[in-house]
């Protein structure tokens, strides 16, 4: 969106009172997202009291509740829905004020990118495809889209050449790349991608594992510039639970899939998120999710808390899970993990490393490594005789493991 507007000559600033626009993102996801969301609309609407500016108000959260928003709240210059940027550029600037698909249709074509920071995300594809009984996302999303191969490209190739050291794949289910096409697959972007020339790394987030295959896993493991990082939301251990939930991947097979990683890499890095209080949860059943976790080793691990979401099959499933006891499994849950992931941080001490310097604070150089992905896992905490450059990779010696970060010096 932001190189979209600076291609067309707009000015992007960073401080609100310098703005004669705003265009708002938002996200209706899950409760606590669309909480924040309109939090946010109203500090902009009260903000608009006091200085003049036009407020655009974009993404999930309007298409899923463009009626609702549209009829209740006035003071917002225009709304749009899941559409692709180069639209609501156009919107803004011959001033429309409702923009909304009826089917959703987010995949922008442009490959144009001004971003020059440590690391950057590049979208792959948008909606899904899948039916878990839980999410509102194909809902409002609409069906799995990928996007062209060459955008993808050449938007990895100009973010290299601006300098930024990590490229992040995102999409809903980044493993499906590929599969509503016949442009190849995500082994075959990742290939391509590895070749670019230049040093960076390349992480892949949400992999889904109905879709995860050896030649996938090969190539994961193989390509120089793509990291070992496994991001594989499996969302609970107990069949049951994930017959429920519309998953397809019965617990044994997921932990076959971990088992094919580690047998590929053995360093490789496992992440995952899973999901507590679903209807119907008993004890017995959060007693298997616990099982499978100490069995499966996740290195690292998201645990939220189910929510009815409008829409979805899973609002109408009974019996629902008193939201105190699903949050004191959630805390149960995540006293586990945190022992699980202090022993697998253990092994890395004494090993050197290489880590992506990104600030100092403290006396510490922070830095995160192939296990971390940004704002989501841990970091690296450096020391360094020497001044570092910032951002900049280093090899580092762990020293001491904590229970989600480490700490090391730089070689
Ligand atoms: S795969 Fe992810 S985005 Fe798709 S329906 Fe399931 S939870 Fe939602």
């Known amino acids: 969106m932001r190189a979209i507007l600076e291609q067309r000559s707009h000015e992007i600033v960073e401080d609100i009172e310098e703005a004669e626009a705003v265009i708002l993102d938002t996200c209706g996801f899950i409760e606590e997202a669309k909480k924040d969301s309109i939090s946010e609309i109203f500090d902009f609407i009260e903000h608009k009291k006091h200085r003049k500016f036009l407020l655009f108000v974009k993404g999930c959260l309007v298409q899923r509740y463009f009626e609702d928003l549209t009829r209740e709240i006035h003071e917002v210059d225009g709304w749009f829905g899941v559409v692709p940027p180069e639209r609501i550029a ?43 009984s839980f999410c509102a996302i194909p809902a409002f999303k609409g069906s799995y ?18 300098g930024v050291l990590e490229i992040i794949l995102v999409a809903q289910d980044t493993s499906a790349y590929g599969i509503d096409t016949n442009e190849g697959t995500l082994c075959d972007l990742l290939r391509k991608l590895d070749s670019i020339d230049g040093r960076f790394w390349i992480r892949v987030m949400y992999l889904h594992p109905d879709h995860i295959t050896p030649q996938l896993i090969d190539t994961m493991t193989t390509c120089k510039k793509v990291l070992p990082y496994f991001d594989i939301p499996v969302q609970h251990g107990s069949d049951k639970i994930l017959e429920k939930m519309g998953r397809q991947k019965k617990s044994e097979q997921i932990l076959d899939i971990l088992q094919q990683v580690r047998s590929a890499r053995p360093d490789a890095v496992v992440r995952t998120s899973v999901i507590v209080g679903f209807p119907g949860e008993s004890r017995n059943d959060f007693e298997i999710l616990l099982e499978f976790l100490k069995e499966a080793q996740f290195d690292r691990l998201g645990c939220f808390v189910y929510s009815d979401e409008e829409g979805t099959p899973a609002k109408s499933f009974f019996p629902k899970i008193p939201h105190d006891t699903a949050l004191a499994r959630q805390e149960e849950l995540m006293l586990l993990q945190k022992e699980i992931s202090r022993k697998r941080m253990s ?45 900049g990779f280093y090899h580092v010696t762990i020293t001491t493991s904590l229970d989600y970060d480490l700490e090391g010096v730089a070689l």
């Open 90 to 132: 156009d919107a803004v600037e011959k001033g429309e004020k409702k923009v909304i698909y009826r089917h959703p249709e987010s995949i922008y074509s442009t490959s144009v990118r001004f971003d020059s920071g440590p690391y950057a995300y590049i979208k792959i594809a948008d909606g899904c495809s899948h039916t878990c």
């Open 145 to 162: 889209r990928s996007r062209r191969m060459n955008f993808v490209i050449s938007e990895a190739e100009q973010l290299v050449r601006n």
């Open 347 to 391: 092994r890395w001490t004494g090993k050197t490393i290489e880590t992506l310097v990104e600030e100092q604070e403290n006396g510490y150089y922070i830095a995160r490594s192939f296990m971390d992905a940004p704002e989501v896992d841990g970091n690296v905490f450096v020391q360094s005789r020497d001044s570092l450059i910032i951002p």
